[in-house]
């Protein structure tokens, strides 16, 4: 949470000064928006559009924060809460109810059909002896000891993350490497948190970056890829910036888990 927050006040920060600094680049909302935007019905409009799926939403996590209910639970809880939503909004027919089912049935396909390759991989990876192979060389080989070892393992992911997409990384190779790097003595919470911020820079990074073909799919046809490229150069400078923070204050990562959860 902590980390999230962080980097969000990193990307606010930026476009604060960027819109200082270069007005052109962050065009001010015309007066007649602005006072739409502040009016009484356009809140009321807001507030009915946004708390109900906050409050799901906080419902859902916070009850696997607080012990409350297993995530299979909270999964089907929320589920019915959506539903619910869709009724009060008389959104709910036969045919959304069709579309969801269908496109849960394909996620979940897809993401079984990696984790059962993801397996058969480790087994076959296991059987020749590549995790005991990868184990001593990390712990034996790699110069810089556990820093030196854990640097080497997030460049690698660096680099996968240009041709592998987040489940595929996270099913296979973060089951070889992972218990290696636990059993050096690094927080999981942290390792956890320093493995997703890696991935998402890897993803933001030209030219090889998914989420900039996905940015390219809905930006409009006068923004060019150079220009998306040359944009999100800021945006990954933060993003190293908030790597290397919680490369020497893992506490950003670890104290408020270590407070929820009673670890600290």
């Excluded at 006040?9 to 065009?27: E, F, H, N, R």
């Excluded at 045919?95 to 990696?114: G, P, S």
């Excluded at 110069?143 to 997409?165: E, P």
């Excluded at 490497?177 to 059993?183: C, K, Q, S, W, Y």
Aim: aromatic share 10%; proline share 7%.
């Amino acid at each position: 949470l902590v980390p999230g927050v962080v980097l969000m006040g990193l990307y606010i920060l930026y476009i604060i000064v960027l819109g200082l600094l270069k007005p052109s680049a962050v065009p001010a909302v015309p007066a007649e928006e602005r006072a739409q935007i502040l009016s009484a019905a356009f809140l009321r409009r807001l507030g009915a559009a946004l708390v109900p799926p906050l409050v799901l939403i906080c419902g859902v996590l916070g009850s696997i924060l607080f012990g409350v209910a297993t995530p299979t639970e909270a999964a089907s809880v929320g589920a019915v809460g959506a539903m619910l939503l869709s009724l009060a909004k008389r959104h709910f027919n036969r045919t959304t109810l069709k579309e969801v089912m269908l496109t849960t049935t394909e996620i979940n396909a897809m993401v079984f059909i990696i984790l059962i390759g993801a397996s058969v991989f480790s087994l076959v990876f296991r059987g020749y002896g590549g995790d005991e192979a990868v184990e001593s060389f990390l712990t034996h080989e790699a110069t810089g000891g556990v820093l030196g070892s854990f640097a080497l393992v997030m460049a690698v992911m660096f680099l996968l993350g240009f041709f592998l997409d987040f489940f595929e990384i996270i099913f296979v190779v973060v089951p070889i490497v992972g218990p290696i790097l636990l059993t050096m003595g690094l927080d999981p919470v942290w390792l956890g948190v320093m493995i997703a911020l890696n991935l998402q820079t890897s993803f933001l990074t030209p030219p090889f970056g998914f989420s900039l073909f996905y940015l390219r799919g809905v930006a409009p046809p006068e923004i060019s890829t150079p220009q998306i490229y040359r944009g999100v150069v800021p945006f990954i400078a933060i993003q190293v910036l908030l790597l290397v923070g919680l490369w020497f204050v893992p506490e950003l990562a670890t104290y408020l888990p270590a407070k929820v959860f009673g670890r600290g």
